[in-house]
Nanobody
Framework: EVQLVASGGGSVQVGGSLRLSCSASGSVFSDVSLSWVRQAPGKGLEWLGSIYRFTTNTYYADSVKGRFTISTDNAKTTVYLQMNNLKSADTATYYC?????????????????WGQGTQVTVSS
């Protein structure tokens, strides 16, 4: 089982930007796609978007479309989440997870294979 590591979180003001990274000990793509997911305090898991390994096509949730961009490097060893125009509602712990939009179906907490996640705090 691949252990994913999300990093790059921090504190930023409303309207600011952050870039998160997702890496693994081997290939970051253990599945045909990889998703970014977040969990805000007291809330469930929210799928944010996915990138597909072979086409690098990306898909986004309406809540982040136009503000967040998922990309990968040429070697596909790291997947990024560029977050622009951040809002207070974006405050959450962010995880990367193998799979597509269905990765959050039927679960309320991230499995251990998703790692500790990275905290993003957006303040006004």
């Amino acid at each position: 089982e691949v252990q994913l590591v999300a990093s790059g979180g921090g504190s930023v003001q409303v309207g600011g930007s952050l870039r998160l990274s997702c890496s693994a000990s081997g290939s970051v793509f253990s599945d045909v796609s990889l998703s970014w997911v977040r969990q805000a305090p007291g809330k469930g898991l929210e799928w944010l978007g996915s990138i597909y390994r072979f086409t690098t096509n990306t898909y986004y949730a309406d809540s982040v479309k136009g503000r967040f961009t998922i990309s990968t490097d040429n070697a596909k060893t790291t997947v990024y989440l560029q977050m622009n125009n951040l809002k207070s509602a974006d405050t959450a712990t962010y995880y990367c997870a193998p799979g597509g939009q269905a990765v959050v179906v039927g679960i309320t907490h991230p499995p251990s294979s998703w790692g500790q996640g990275t905290q993003v705090t957006v303040s006004s």
